[in-house]
């Protein structure tokens, strides 16, 4: 019934359209309907439902825009890109522009020199051909020496397959690991929903493993390894495990000594290690530092032959927030040559990720350096930004500890706070009679009465009988006012009339 109200179905006479199509629900891929993502789900639909009621009747709602604090896309929320990144994609798409007299004054001179340094790493200088299926192999040394220089330890460009952003490499792994409903993956709970989408598509088995909630999202062993015993015990083959670092929807960055246990463990259980690193650059607080499985791995003194292990990055995040431009890359570790083979068989059938996203993968991983005339610019570009993300993160977690019966642990880093709400009876209740579950219904009162879009604690997952939602810290500084404001009053009203 709610869906109707977002897409009416077709009349009555236009359903019967549809019945002689070939393709209907009862004979798509089960997969696909198996498969669900929230973070673009029904409350996101409603929200742009409602974008366009303010667009067609100004004043129709009691707000006067929609602020989407579903999703993880900075650039959306008026975040600038950095200056360097996109002039060398300018001048590396057109080329001619580095022939121009007047270009000296208008691009850095390291802009050029990247530009010029790329461009000759392409073969006939051509952005608008198809590259090598695990891309452009200069920009994957320039990606592997900037591996190196942050973790100390060496890197292969052969190990690096460049993707259309982390998701496609996500994918790819999946669809190497997961031959049936045997096959199982471990994943956290709550999780960034890419990962039960494609374990799901792929017809595989998600085995979840509970983050601790009471000690900041912590990852006990102990859990996993309960979980992983479960599992076999129904006959499933747990290939993988999955861990988000700094975690989405989560936020917490783990502690170094949690990642050896977290290594330790998969090299006994024989696990592949799927590192989701995409939030490296995002860590707020000064008590926790990013570390690389990689790098953990390797300061352990486990190779290639003791450990599998793919660490993904994306050039969506950080500082640099480009979502749209669609780059990122996996570094495959651990896999025998037969198997590297399989991996780049499956890569070549996409036959390659996009230029641009390449280029700026590898300029993400190898940026401006002390001495270069962007140096300076640049890293007060990216001071601000992860400055400003900081104190969102701290104004928005304060907040919600604010409200009654919200709990909220810090986000340490990433982009996102994911509060506890504890619904009074009544609201459980009016949920039900609603036929949503409890946090779905409680982010739709929320976005009909603000304007304010986030995520059920539905969509990621959570332990039974609790409740959350996902907020982004992303809605440009000076609207955070607004938008506590608004969530408070809110959540007042909410509470007047459901509590007791
Ligand atoms: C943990 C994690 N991994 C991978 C991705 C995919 O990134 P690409 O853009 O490189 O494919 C995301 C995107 N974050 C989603 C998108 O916005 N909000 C989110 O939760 C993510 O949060």
């Not at 986030?454 to 332990?463: A, T």
Request: glycine fraction near 8%.
């Amino acid at each position: 019934r709610f869906l109707s109200t977002l897409h009416p179905s077709p009349s009555d006479s236009m359903a019967s359209d549809y019945s002689s199509t070939p393709v209907t629900l009862n004979n798509v891929n089960p997969k696909v309907l198996k498969c669900e993502y929230a973070v673009r789900g029904e409350i996101v639909n409603l929200a742009q439902k409602l974008q366009q009621d303010l667009k067609e009747n100004p004043g129709s709602h009691p707000f006067d825009e929609i602020l989407y604090c579903n999703i993880g896309n900075p650039q959306s929320l008026a975040q600038q890109p950095v200056t360097f990144f996109r002039e060398v994609l300018a001048l590396c798409d057109h080329p001619l522009i580095l022939d121009k007299s007047e270009t000296q004054g208008l691009f850095s001179a390291d802009s050029i020199e990247r530009a010029f340094q790329i461009l000759d790493q392409i073969p006939g200088r051509a952005t608008g051909a198809y590259s090598h299926s695990q891309g452009i192999k200069g920009l994957r040394d320039t990606i592997a020496s900037g591996i190196e220089a942050r973790d100390g330890f060496p890197a292969d460009p052969n190990d690096i397959f460049l993707t259309d952003g982390a998701s496609p490499a996500v994918h790819m792994m999946m669809q190497l690991l997961i031959g049936s409903e045997n096959d199982g993956i471990l994943c956290p709970i709550p999780q960034y929903p890419l990962y039960s989408a494609s374990i799901a598509l792929h017809g595989g088995t998600l085995v979840p493993y509970y983050l601790d909630e009471e000690t900041g999202w912590g990852l006990e062993v102990s859990e996993l390894e309960n979980q992983l015993k479960t599992a076999k015990s129904k006959g499933i083959n747990v290939r993988a495990l999955v861990v988000i670092n700094p975690g989405n929807p989560t936020g917490q960055v783990l502690a170094e000594a949690n990642q050896r246990e977290i290594v330790e463990f998969c090299k006994k259980e024989g696990l592949v290690l799927l590192a989701d690193e995409v939030y490296q650059e995002n860590v707020y607080v000064p008590e926790k530092q990013f570390h690389s499985f990689k790098k953990v791995a390797r300061s352990m003194g486990f190779g290639e032959k003791d450990i599998s292990l793919v660490s993904f990055q994306s050039v969506s995040k950080g500082f640099y927030g480009e979502c749209g431009k669609r780059g990122g890359y996996m570094e495959v570790t651990g896999f025998s040559p037969e198997i590297r083979e399989q991996i780049y068989k499956v890569a070549s059938v996409n036959l390659c990720s996009n230029i641009s996203g390449q280029i700026l993968a590898s300029l993400v991983m190898s940026p401006p350096k002390v001495g270069d005339e962007s140096y300076e610019s640049f890293a007060a570009e990216k001071e601000g930004i992860l400055s400003s993300l900081a104190r969102r993160a701290k104004t928005l977690e304060d907040a919600f500890n604010n409200l009654e019966g919200v709990t909220c642990n810090k986000a340490e880093g990433a982009m996102y706070l994911f509060p506890r709400i504890n619904l009074p009876g009544k609201a459980i209740k009016a949920a039900e009679e609603a036929k949503t579950a409890p946090d779905a219904f409680y982010a739709r009162r929320l976005l009909n009465a603000t304007g304010i879009v986030v995520v059920p604690g539905s969509g990621f997952g959570q332990r039974p009988g609790t409740w959350h939602f996902r907020c982004t810290i992303l809605p440009q500084e000076e609207k955070i006012p607004a938008v506590v404001s608004r969530l408070t009053e809110f959540h007042k009203q909410f509470m007047d009339e459901f509590r007791g």
